[in-house]
């Protein structure tokens, strides 16, 4: 029971389709090469006016140099220049023939190079899909318990814990385990029980081990990505591109949603500002901002932190408060709750978004801002869909911003960039419907950048993705935002 509707589940797995093999592979030279696969650009000219789109066409090969037949392959692509710290997103459409076309769009006057990248062939898809689909604990994590022991003693015991879900139930068989099971959303979440204290003694929880569920042929078919650049000249540029609409609920995001000039990040959706410190500070008066989630969000309270000068108080892992006494600001971080694969900390500081939606009163002084999806890609998406309908639950009656998650540029089978896309399509069309909901799409954001990806983008990234809250809650009142 994931606690949603068959029809909306159903509408879930039709958005979450991916094009599969027409044929199960016997050797990993059929899988797709990122040395032999191409792609060009279709009536290369020496040059090209501003607002003008590059035709790309990319031709996925096997590694024995024959063309696929079928699609499913997962590339990325993008428009940058180094010089001109510029880039711009591209969406690649699968023909479901081995080809794949890509729109760029030229935004700025000078140099830019076409850059393709393939990040799984469509073989490395399909494992993903299997293991992602499946209930095999490819993370696991560590529970600290403690306790009094005779004499006086402190007792303290190590047990692997893991989420109970999905018709497997535990990963761990018999009476195993001790089960703490959260009331009000119903989460179970499993520990070995100790040898020699109570269940009721877990205390601290941290990240464990990895297991890999390949076989050995499965690794094989693991594929490197590619890079390729190819140069184009754009002309002079006639006008300017961009939107001077102000940021607003109901807005939706574009491809490409907007584009990097000079470390700039010029929105296509609404008119985003810069904020200067003073003004950051004018932005969020008399307003507390609730920041949830992981280190993703804890990167936005970081950056406020350096920018809206005050007192604060914190430790690394959190949970983090700053408070600005001038203009009477409190700005929270926490991070979500298990599973998570942080470093030890107190598993009473680990909350469930939608718990702690439901303890905030709300008003025209609140900023709710999450994001849920890095440490989620571990496990089933039925989880997700099952954690996410609970948030729903709790901010429809809030009204909500939602922020996409991150690219990461990861390929391997614990954390890959197109695990993260599907559980931000299920976030997507999960609240798609709710009046009132703002979608920040960071994903171009992180994925377009002509510096390498990473889940923890770098500061100008960062500042830019700050600068759009700050826009939409310059122009908003009384929103709660999703990142």
């Known amino acids: 029971d994931m606690g949603i509707s068959d029809e909306e589940w159903e509408r879930l797995q039709k958005a979450l389709e991916w094009p599969i093999p027409d044929q199960e592979i016997t050797r990993v030279n059929q899988s797709t090469s990122p040395v ?3 792609f060009s650009i279709v009536g290369l000219k020496e040059s090209y006016k501003v607002g003008e789109k590059i035709s790309v066409i990319i031709r996925a090969r096997d590694h024995d140099k024959k063309l696929k037949r079928y699609g499913g392959d997962f590339f990325k692509a993008k428009l940058f220049s180094t010089g001109l710290k510029a880039s711009v997103y591209g969406e690649v459409v699968d023909h479901h023939n081995g080809t794949y076309s890509v729109a760029l769009l030229l935004p700025w006057e000078g140099q830019a190079h076409v850059h393709v990248r393939l990040e799984h062939s469509s073989e490395v898809v399909q494992i993903l899909k299997k293991y992602r689909d499946s209930s095999f604990p490819r993370s696991h994590y560590s529970g600290y318990f403690e306790g009094s022991g005779s004499n006086k003693t402190r007792i303290s015991e190590v047990v692997e814990c893991n989420l109970k879900w999905g018709a497997d139930g535990s990963w761990r068989k018999g009476d195993c385990c001790c089960e703490h099971k959260d009331i009000r959303t119903g989460t179970v979440w499993q520990c070995e029980r100790p040898k020699k204290l109570s269940c009721d003694k877990l205390v601290h929880h941290s990240r464990g081990r990895l297991e890999n569920p390949l076989n050995p042929f499965e690794q094989q078919v693991v594929a490197e990505f590619i890079h390729i650049a190819t140069t184009v000249i754009s002309s002079e540029c006639l006008f300017v591109l961009g939107t001077v609409e ?10 490409p949603g907007g584009f990097y000039l ?12 810069q904020f200067s410190s003073a003004q950051m500070g004018n932005c969020l008066k008399n307003k507390i901002v609730y920041l949830m989630g992981d280190s993703t969000t804890r990167q936005w309270f970081e950056y406020l932190e350096r920018n809206v000068p005050g007192k604060y108080d ?9 408070v600005e006494l001038i203009n009477n600001i409190i700005i929270h971080w926490r991070p979500h709750g298990v599973p998570l694969r942080f470093t030890k900390m107190l598993i009473t500081d680990l ?13 025209p002084h609140a900023v709710i801002v999450f994001t849920f999806f890095a440490h989620l890609v571990f496990h089933p998406i039925t989880f997700y869909v099952y954690e996410v309908a609970k948030i729903r ?8 911003i939602i922020k996409s998650g ?27 419907d709710i009046e009132g909901v703002i979608f920040l799409d960071v994903w171009q954001m992180t994925s377009c950048h002509y510096l390498s990806e990473d889940i923890h983008p770098g500061p100008v990234i960062v500042a830019n993705e700050v600068n759009m809250l700050l826009s939409y809650v310059f122009n908003e009142k009384n929103k709660r935002l999703i990142k």
């Open 406 to 432: 991150n690219t990461a540029g990861l390929k391997n089978i614990f954390q890959s960039d197109w695990h993260v896309l599907q559980l931000d399509t299920v976030m997507w069309e999960m609240f798609r």
């Open 351 to 363: 909350h469930y978004i939608s718990n702690d939606i439901d303890e905030i009163a709300g008003g």
């Open 262 to 273: 000079r470390d700039v990040w010029k929105s296509f959706v609404c008119n985003t500002q």
């Open 393 to 400: 639950q709790s901010v429809v009656a809030l009204l909500n």
């Open 36 to 38: 032999h696969s191409t």
């Open 314 to 322: 914190s430790i690394f892992r959190g949970p983090l408060m700053a």
């Open 246 to 255: 102000k940021c607003r609920s109901g807005m939706m995001t574009p491809v």
